[in-house]
């Protein structure tokens, strides 16, 4: 589960900066659907050779999974197994996970 992560701090003292970075997240997602040959632009600036060729096809391969929304189910999976891990004492509710503020901008993507 690809996920964008911050603090509330930032969120709170700069909202604009949180939801610009969730919109390019969208943007970027959105793109990469609709041509994933685009993930090769970026591979040959950051990977070597043999990855950089590679890069396309394992973004195509997990397209269904670029999705900027976090469904409640995958955050209760996610803090069941913390708590299983003693990482965490309780579960935690979705909106102390997600900035739930912002879905609008993540909803609209879809």
Known sequence: ???L???DR???RSPDTASAAIRALVACQTA?????S???????RRFPPREMGLIAAIVERDLP?????LPE????GVTDFCRG???????VPYAEVVATQFCDLWRSAG
């Open 10 to 12: 930032l969120i709170e």
């Open 38 to 44: 685009r993930a090769t632009e970026v591979g040959r």
């Open 1 to 3: 589960m690809p996920a």
């Open 32 to 36: 990469l659907r609709e041509d994933p």
């Open 73 to 76: 189910a995958a955050i209760a």
């Open 65 to 69: 999974f670029y999705d900027a929304a």
């Open 5 to 7: 992560a911050t603090t």
């Open 85 to 91: 891990m003693a990482v965490l004492a309780r579960d």
